[in-house]
């Protein structure tokens, strides 16, 4: 079958036969997130509610929920939202109280300070820009404040968001436009340039929490999938009101659900994120339930906004309800404390040289299993479809067999002259690259003229392995794809590790290639894969990991690296994996550090993460009397430092090299009719 099968209905069968075990295991919680998942013990300090229903004739007189809390200055300032009417005919006007303690809280004189002027639409769950951990961030001197809003009269149903501000929480200015549809009690976090969303999707039944973000908190970019869905026993129905901080590089989110070991009651339960996108719940959800001893929060529990303050102390709001019939939609707003243990953190732990043995091979083949590697490999049938000359350079044409029905183009260039066995390396692509792109042409070009033979292979999807023989096409990015090659027992990064695999056994029939020396080069995509092949290819004796880091943050990219790093952090951490590679392969973990596209937030988290990974790492190289070593090495700005495309400066000396479209191989269009002109071969099967 050629590659077009991916798109195709013919998978189905597969997916319903062949689910491997990867993806119907339960997972593993990371590390890191064990010590947030230990007792969750609230304390309710009050002897009643913290807000109560307002007067007769008052906004708030019948209905109240949905807290917004922010500490500025010494003083507490309380959001919520109330109503006049019956259920049917409610409309939310936003209300503020204040306080000193966060518990004895006093009504602003002017409520309601802010509705949505037509007395039609309500404002719904009110939620402030925070820091990750959960402080009001104000940008130009304002509070930025985004809610839900919808007509109950409206029978669609339909919740909108929308966007606020106010210099003193007081005074708003009249919303705008509608940023999305269907969004309900959203939370908003800014990491780096990043503005984080978290928020009930209610467009359809169950509803469920979806992830969203943007770069000035108004264009929103909303992720495909459900982040968190119901599927715990005491869940039932629906999910909604997540409330999200990020401590220590850790997302919690507290969230509501109907709990359905009583009938008319909603509970809070409990989850931890490494990324904000995979969630793990607690084990002893729900964290905080009704208590029937409080008439006024006998039943309800939900619309919460939870604060970290000093030390390892949190406090949350919360509406809730009196016992049926709800005349009030929620009756009345409360708190609770809950002191945490403190965290310990200790020093990455440097395995013994037995112990580390042992580990390794299992971790590796654990995660061989999870990219559906092979175990076996059939012949190679390599076939040599020609070559030509480029001044001091040979470059030849070759095909050969990556397993049953995947033939791989691919190219070797090496120095015209060798007088003994020279070491190799196998160049591993962006999304879209593949051999005939011109900076990876560029880069093969220099390693040859380095004295290197560098073997440069099409990617499955690109180039001569696309059914219509295409460049640039990222044809394995969309998301249905990945599906179905996961579905299938192998995701898309297992074909890319193990077909650079191949081109391992491929280099090891040359005689003119010392096997003890290959090496591999990646960026981007490519750096991705050139990590995995690092961890898990024991024949390199080096690696280049450009464009790509070892940090939490690559786990908000792609579907192609996203899933397989999610996986493999539920296995090891990131100075584990990178201490795969030892002890006889060098690592060079290398980028420009004002690369924005994979440090996503722009502030050096990632950089920052990936120095401590290989400081960590290079301590477990050290303990194994490691004969490679792993360093990092950014250069200022850029996103791919001039060092992955080169062994040596001198190499970069030859006019041909820095200027390869003046070069006959160098251009990239000519680069691929030329590679073509020598024969080709049918594309993938998979």
Not at 354 to 380: H, M, V, Y
Not at 384 to 399: C, D, M, Y
Not at 480 to 488: F, G, L, P, T, V
Request: charged share 20%; proline share 7%; glycine share 8%.
């Amino acid at each position: 079958m050629p590659w077009r099968p991916f798109y195709c209905s013919s998978f189905s069968p597969l997916i319903l036969l062949c689910l491997p075990a990867l993806l119907t295991a339960e997972s593993r919680v990371p590390e890191e997130l064990r010590p947030w998942l230990a007792s969750q013990k609230w304390v309710r300090d009050t002897d009643g509610p913290v807000i109560e229903l307002g007067k007769t004739g008052t906004f708030d007189d019948t209905h109240l929920f949905a807290p917004c809390v922010s500490f500025e200055e010494g003083r507490y300032s309380l959001w919520y939202c109330g109503s006049q009417n019956s259920v049917k005919n409610r409309v939310f006007q936003m209300g503020l109280a204040t306080s000193g303690d966060g518990i004895r809280f006093q009504k602003a004189a002017n409520n309601p300070v802010f509705n949505f002027g037509d007395f039609q639409r309500s404002i719904l769950t009110p939620t402030l820009l925070r820091s990750p951990e959960g402080q009001t961030l104000r940008e130009t001197g304002q509070l930025r404040m985004w809610f839900s809003s919808a007509d109950f009269q409206d029978s669609t149903g339909l919740h909108e968001l929308y966007e606020t501000a106010s210099p003193d929480g007081i005074h708003w200015k009249k919303p705008g436009a509608a940023e999305l549809k269907h969004v309900y009690a959203p939370t908003i976090l800014k990491t780096g340039r990043t503005y984080q969303m978290w928020f009930t999707d209610v467009s359809s039944e169950p509803w469920s929490f979806k992830h969203a973000s943007s770069l000035d908190g108004k264009r929103w970019r909303v992720s495909p999938d459900p982040v968190l869905e119901v599927d715990q026993n005491w869940e039932s129905g629906r999910l909604f009101y997540p409330t999200v901080l990020k401590i220590d590089d850790v997302y919690l989110m507290w969230y509501g659900s109907y709990w359905s070991a009583r009938k008319n009651t909603t509970a809070l339960g409990f989850a931890v994120s490494i990324d904000g996108l995979k969630w793990y719940k607690h084990p002893d959800n729900p964290v905080l339930k009704p208590d029937p001893q409080r008439a006024w929060e006998s039943h309800y529990v939900t619309s919460q906004s939870v604060m970290k303050l000093p030390g390892n102390h949190f406090r949350i709001w919360y509406a809730s309800r009196k016992q049926p019939p709800f005349v009030n939609k929620y009756f009345a707003i409360n708190t609770a404390a809950w002191n945490a243990k403190p965290l310990k953190k200790t020093d990455q732990p440097v395995p013994i040289p037995e112990d580390f043995a042992i580990w390794k091979s299992k971790t590796c083949q654990k995660l061989r299993n999870q990219l559906g590697i092979p175990q076996n490999k059939g012949a190679l049938h390599s076939e040599k479809r020609g070559e030509f000359e480029l001044g001091n350079i040979v470059i030849e044409k070759w095909i050969f067999t990556s397993e049953p029905g995947s033939r791989i183009p691919a190219v070797i260039y090496r120095p015209k002259k060798i007088n003994q066995r020279a070491p190799a390396i196998v160049l591993t692509y962006g999304h879209g690259g593949s051999k005939s792109q011109w900076q990876y042409n560029y880069a093969a070009q220099a390693y040859a003229k380095a004295g290197l033979i560098c073997l440069a292979i099409d990617p499955i999807g690109e180039e001569e392995r696309h059914i219509h023989g295409k460049l640039g096409t990222r044809a394995h990015d969309p998301k249905a794809i990945h599906e179905r090659a996961w579905n299938a027992g192998r995701p898309i990064m297992g074909k890319l590790v193990f077909d650079t695999m191949r081109g391992i056994d491929f280099l090891e029939e040359r005689d003119d290639v010392d096997h003890s020396k290959i090496g591999v080069a990646g960026n981007s995509l490519g750096g991705a894969v050139a990590s995995w092949m690092a961890a898990l290819e024991p024949r390199l004796k080096m690696a280049i990991v450009s464009g790509w880091a070892y940090d939490n943050v690559t786990l908000r990219s792609k579907y192609c690296t996203k899933i397989p790093n999610q996986m493999l952090r539920e296995s090891c951490t990131w100075p584990e994996f990178l201490s795969l590679a030892a002890p006889n392969c060098a690592l060079l973990v290398m980028n420009g550090d004002a690369d924005w596209i994979i440090d996503s937030d722009d502030d050096g988290t990632a950089w920052r993460g990936t120095k401590s990974a290989v400081q960590a790492a290079s301590q477990i190289y050290q303990a194994q009397n490691a004969s490679g070593k792993v360093k990092t090495w950014f250069e200022p700005g850029g996103r791919t430092p001039a060092l992955y495309y080169t062994s040596s400066r001198p190499a970069l000396d030859s006019s041909a090299v820095r200027n390869p479209s003046s070069d006959r191989a160098g251009n990239q269009g000519s680069a691929y009719h030329k590679f073509r002109d020598l024969g080709g071969c049918q594309p993938d099967s998979i």
